[in-house]
């Protein structure tokens, strides 16, 4: 089902835990794979400034649960640039390599299956080859119940997709290593986060997620989701497809000024702000759909 489609015929989540009247608790979680791109730096921007126009507050966190693919000795680079940036947080907190996710775990248990399967037998969703076999081994699968699911991003008005059209989504590697769906859930659970702003590449997975909170009872935070930035040849902007770094902006003489000055019209703010001026004119709905074709100049603006 695409975005918004009739949220009737959808399950309608719980209502997002953050009161109104609340300040919102807002994060920036960096994965360590990679040097911050443009693409980071719409969907960050947009979560600091969303926060702070609220005069709400900023977590850092460094989002390292698959070992495999992160990068202890990035995380401090992550951090340098989020500050040459202006994107500072109130408190940081504990790093996903360092949590445990065995309770949370225990929490779904009753929804979780095992499955033996690997990406080899099958092409496109997980089609639940091992949802009714009662393995005892193999990664534990939450299992989706049927149906849509509805829910309000901030920018993008009424939002309805089926989360089985992606496959139950796997909660615990074979190797036992937890995975990013869970983690992030549990993580900003646990954080106090009411508000979570991430690309519009992410925005039918909201949907395995709210599935995750219903398991957990437990309310899911706010959804913002800003416009995908691509290349020219309609690539999403990206660490695996070597986007320029911000830090090689830097090395060229970009500052951090003139980054904004870039990127901020893709927030829906106009040319000319600096992106502290930019807090008083943030609009979430403003924030175009996209995707948006970018081509970065080689020299750096004067």
């Known amino acids: 089902m695409t975005g918004g489609a009739d949220a009737s015929r959808g399950t309608n989540h719980a209502a ?3 009161d109104a009247a609340q300040a919102p608790i807002g994060r920036l979680a960096p994965t ?5 791109h443009l693409g980071n730096v719409v969907a960050f921007g947009a979560a600091w ?7 709400g507050s900023v977590l850092l966190r460094i989002e390292d649960v698959d070992i495999g693919r992160a990068r202890a000795d990035l995380a401090d680079g992550l951090r340098e640039d989020l500050r040459w940036l202006g994107l500072t947080w109130d408190r940081e907190v504990q790093p996903q390599r360092d949590r445990a996710y065995d309770d949370v775990l ?4 009753p929804h979780l299956y095992a499955c033996t399967c690997t990406r080899t037998q099958w092409r496109g969703s997980y089609p639940g080859i091992c949802r009714d076999l009662a393995r005892t081994s193999g990664a534990l699968r939450l299992r989706l119940p049927a149906g849509s699911v509805s829910f309000v991003d901030l920018a993008r008005g009424p939002q309805a997709f089926d989360p089985n059209a992606l496959g139950d989504p796997v909660l615990r590697r074979r190797d036992g290593v937890y995975t990013y769906t869970l983690a992030v859930v549990a993580d900003d659970l646990r954080d106090g986060v009411t508000e979570v702003v991430r690309g519009s590449d992410l925005l039918d997975a909201t949907t395995q997620q709210i599935r995750l909170y219903e398991a957990l009872n437990a309310p899911p935070p706010f959804w913002l989701h800003t416009p995908m930035l691509v290349d020219v040849n309609g690539r999403k902007l990206g660490k695996s497809h070597g986007s320029r770094s911000i830090q090689a902006m830097r090395a060229a003489g970009w500052t951090p000024e003139a980054i904004w000055r870039l990127a901020l019209p893709w ?3 106009a040319q000319g702000h600096h992106l502290h001026d930019a807090v008083r004119v943030f609009r979430a709905e403003a924030l ?7 081509t970065i100049p080689e020299e750096a603006p004067p």
């Open 16 to 18: 997002p835990r953050a």
């Open 32 to 36: 360590p794979s990679g040097r911050l």
């Open 49 to 55: 400034l969303h926060a702070r126009a609220a005069g």
């Open 106 to 109: 225990e929490r779904v248990r």
């Open 267 to 269: 927030l829906g703010i």
């Open 288 to 294: 175009p759909p996209g995707p948006i074709p970018v």
